[in-house]
Each structure stands twice: as C-alpha cells, then as structure tokens.
C-alpha cells in the first residue's frame, strides 16, 4: 500500500506546520502541475470530488484510499458507512499552493475489500469552496469503466508530484495480506508510484474525469505480502510483479447513487462492495490459529459452503508455512513444516461462477523439542527477505540507505521510530530454544536522536522474551554507528518464547532505532 510511513533523521520537513518528516521526493515523478482540487491528508493523498450529477448545493465529498481511514486499515470483509469523522486536509491549487482547511463530518463509505476506498462528506458544500478557494471546483467521477489503454495522470498532494502513464490492463484479483480487490488497474512504467501517493486520483487525460484512486505496488517482489501484492487471474495463478503499481476504479460509485445522489448500497446493479445484489455467497470457515511443529506432519482440512446448490469448488491459499501446502481439490492444507515462524495465511474458495469467499488465521511454527544446540535459531535474522517470518509494525523492516539509515549488514534493516511524535512501533519473532541447550541472544542497533538531554529515557526501546525484559534502551544511548547488544536466553530452554523489540516515542524531538543482524545461538 501507498500509505507513506514517515522517516525522520536528517532529512527534509514537508509539512512543518504538521510536524510530519518525510524522506526526499521521488525522482521518477514531473514537475508540479495539474494539482487542483487535490487534499493533502497527514499520511496519504486525497482529492475533492463530485458526482456527474451532482449540484452546487450538495455537499463536497473527500475521496481517499480504505487504507488511508484515520482509524487504521479496515480489516477484510468490512464495510464502514455513516462514521462521524474530524477529518481534515489542505486544499491545493494547481500549482501545489495551499489554498485552505478542508474539514469533514462524516464517512460516507470505507472499504478495503473488492475495493481500497474512504469517501468522506466536507463541511462545505461545493458552492461555498468555489467562493471561498480561487473557484476551485471538484473533480468529477466518470459514470464509466475506464478502456484498456486510458492516457492518465495521477497527482499526488502528499508529494506535489505528478505521474504521468497509461492503464497497462487490469488484474482480476489484487490482493495484498488479507485483502483482496477486483478488477484493479494496473499502470505502464510511467507511473511507478511511492509510498505518499496512496488516495492519489487517477485523472483521465482527455477530459480530467476521475477514473481510479492510486493503490499499491509491489516493494521488494515478495508474493501476497504487505506492500507486495500479486495479481490473481481467474483460474487462481499468482504472479508477481517487483516494481509494479496499482490502482482501483471508482466508477463503481456512480453505480449506486438513489435519487437524492447519495451512495445507497440498496440500488439496483450497485457494484460497490456490501451491495445487495443477487449472485451466489461463499463461505470458509476460519479454522482459528493454528500450531506446528518443524520436521513434525501437519493436516488441517478447510471447509467451505455454497449459497448455490451443485457448485464445485476450488481452493488456493496464500502465506502457508514453508513446508505445506493446499489440495486445490479437497482444500487439505498437509505437509511437514521446515521452518520456524509465525505467519497469517489466507484460503479463497472458488465456484464456478467466480463467486469467492477468504478466511485468514494466523500459524505459529515453534522448532521441536528435538533441535540441536548450535545453529541460528531465528528465520530471516538480518531482514534481507523483508519481512518474512517477523510480525508488526507494517513497513518497519525495509532499505533504508537513501534515507540515511544504512544497514549493519546486506542492504535491510528495522527501523523503528523516528517521527518527532508520539509512537508506538514494535517487530517480533517466535524462537524455539532447545531442551538442555544454553542461547544468547545478540543484535546490533544505531540509536540515533535528536534529544539533547543526558539524563531524561524521553525515546525507548525494550527487547523482551516472552513475559521477560532483556533490555531497555533509549535516546540516552544514542551513538555514531551500531553497537552489538547480547542477553542470555537459558532460561528459557525447552520453550518457544516470543522475541519483541517495543519502542516509544513522546510527542516531540525524534529518537531512531535501527535494529539489524539478530542472532539466537
């Protein structure tokens, strides 16, 4: 997802009125033009919008992405609508210059499922913006799905940039962790969008119409993962595309507006997610949180049902422990694990109309009784595979050299905190520490802040085990590079215990902590 997670430490301020720090804008993008109507928003990109119907006496609408949601993302299968909301952004002109507040009341509708959308109603109304902001008028939303092809911009307020490209297709299925979206947009090189840009619109060229809202894109090539999405065709085969960015259209508003212009889910041939329309309904049971054990079998059985009597359905499933796997047939997950992690899955069934239906629940793969003593016991200890086999914040684990942060060794890292606001961001892994075997925990860390006190743990970190603290760290211990920490784990030998690093940062005067080649030995 496109939603900007914000880096501190030497880097330029954006919006200092907002105290947000953000790394350097991105290089791919034009010059700045073609920003009316835009909203800038504290974590993403927004813009105003209207209906093709609609009129002056209406009130202004705010259109975001789901993942934008001032409240954190929505989790899949829900739909939010008539949320009172305090949402506010700035107002661009054309040229990137803030115009004004833009203040809304309410969520009209939020989504992160078929589709990744939030649509908010202002406090104004569309004639009061004209004649308060420079005759700024909305965006209007195309009535139509958009063509193969499409010339197109996409505008981002966050960044005051400007891509410019052509719709390169469209993906049956995006999906990305437990969401899944239909029919998504998929872009020609020319718009390889960034982390800032998530609620970008998508302008068409020809006549400025709204056509889509700026998604996602695919990081570091992994396949289904947070800010990795894959794309799914219709017999259910993933592919995965590094680089690769996405959007979802929005015509699908216009299909489910009543007569008084506001989104009623009710309407005859509405196309938004949570419509009442007819069509078969499939249903997997989520099988709760599940255990194994490395070099021991597994078989877990899923079950689905089906609205429609006589339907076949197919299964697949995404984010298995390495080691298993899923009959398309029968959806029997089997196999012996070969690894130690924790990780969520998620299992789609599939009739033979399309009609699909998910379940995601979490695994935890502890290392067996019966390891050896010596060895690395943590999976991916120097991040270089992103964020497999770690949970948490999303986005912590990434490159962090072109923002100052370099890791200790090979190109990732974790980077927690770091914002100059009060946060809280934590990673964690599973370990398994062998019957009758001594461990130790080592990692490196470069504490680095901008708190001048030398005396006052204003910024920490604390390492735990379990239910256990090895360490508290803070901006106290800020140094020039990395310093290699080391705790004992014996004590917890013949368990499986949880290893988090937790920090927290107060509202002012940011403390980064950047976490790299852990080891348990």
């Known amino acids: 997802m496109r939603k900007r997670r914000t880096l501190a430490v030497g880097l330029a301020i954006l919006a200092a009125a907002a105290g947000v720090v953000a790394g350097p804008a991105p290089a791919q993008a034009l010059a700045v033009t073609g920003l009316g109507s835009t909203i800038a928003l504290n974590n993403c990109s927004g813009s105003l919008v209207r209906w093709p119907q609609s009129v002056d006496a209406d009130r202004a609408m705010l259109l975001t992405n789901g993942h934008c949601y001032e409240n954190g993302f929505i989790n899949a299968g ?10 506010s952004g700035t107002l661009l002109s054309d040229s990137g210059a803030a115009l004004g507040t833009v203040r809304a009341d309410k969520l009209i509708y939020g989504t992160m499922t078929g589709t990744d959308v939030a649509l908010y109603e202002l406090t104004d109304t569309f004639a009061q913006i004209k004649s308060k902001y420079s005759n700024t008028t909305a965006l209007t939303v195309a009535a139509t799905r958009p063509a193969d092809g499409t010339a197109m911009t996409i505008p981002s307020s966050y960044w005051k940039q400007v891509w410019t490209c052509s719709i390169n297709g469209f993906v049956p299925t995006l999906r990305e962790d437990q969401w899944s979206w239909k029919d998504s947009i998929r872009y020609d090189t020319g718009c390889q969008t960034t982390h800032g840009t998530s609620g970008s619109p998508i302008i068409r060229t020809s006549d400025r119409a709204i056509i889509g809202i700026n998604n996602t894109g695919n990081d570091d090539g992994a396949s289904c993962t947070l800010n990795n999405p894959c794309e799914v ?7 995965v595309h590094q680089g690769q960015s996405y959007g979802e259209q929005t015509y699908l508003f216009t299909t489910c507006l009543n007569a008084s212009r506001a989104i009623d889910l ?29 070099g021991t079998a597994k078989s877990l059985q899923i079950t689905a049902t089906d609205s429609a009597s006589g339907q076949t359905l197919t299964y697949s499933a995404t984010g298995l422990p390495a080691g298993l796997s899923i009959n398309a047939g029968t959806g029997l997950i089997s196999g012996t694990p070969t690894t130690a992690q924790s990780t969520s899955s998620t299992v ?5 109309t399309g009609a699909t239906g998910s379940a995601t629940f979490s695994w935890t793969v502890g290392g067996g009784g019966g390891g050896t003593c010596s060895g690395q016991k943590l999976a991916n200890p120097g991040f270089e595979s992103g964020a497999t086999s770690w949970t948490g914040t999303t986005g912590a684990i990434g490159q962090w050299s072109s923002q100052g942060e370099a890791a200790h060794g090979g190109t990732y890292s974790a980077w927690l905190l770091g914002y100059g ?14 019957a009758g075997c001594t461990a130790t925990l080592t990692f490196w860390v470069h504490i680095d802040s901008a708190e001048t006190t030398t005396t006052t743990a ?25 310093v290699q920490k080391s705790y004992s784990l014996s004590a917890f030998a013949g368990q499986t215990v949880t290893l988090k690093f937790s920090g927290t940062e ?10 790299d080649d852990t080891a348990v030995n």
């Open 506 to 515: 107060d509202s002012s005067l940011q403390t980064s902590f950047v976490i």
């Open 78 to 87: 829900v739909v939010l609508q008539n949320r009172a909301s305090t949402r």
């Open 458 to 482: 204003y910024d920490k970190l604390t390492v735990t085990a379990g239910s256990t603290t090895l360490v508290t760290l803070s901006n106290l211990n800020k140094a020039t590079g990395y």
């Open 421 to 434: 606001t009060t946060h809280t961001e934590a990673i964690s892994q599973a370990v398994t520490i062998p």
């Open 266 to 294: 009710t309407v005859a041939g509405c196309k938004l997610t949570g419509a009442s329309a007819p069509g078969n309904t499939v249903t997997v049971a989520n099988p709760g949180a599940q255990t194994a054990t490395v």
């Open 348 to 352: 789609t069934a599939r009739d033979a």
């Open 233 to 239: 065709d219709a017999n259910g085969n993933v592919t």
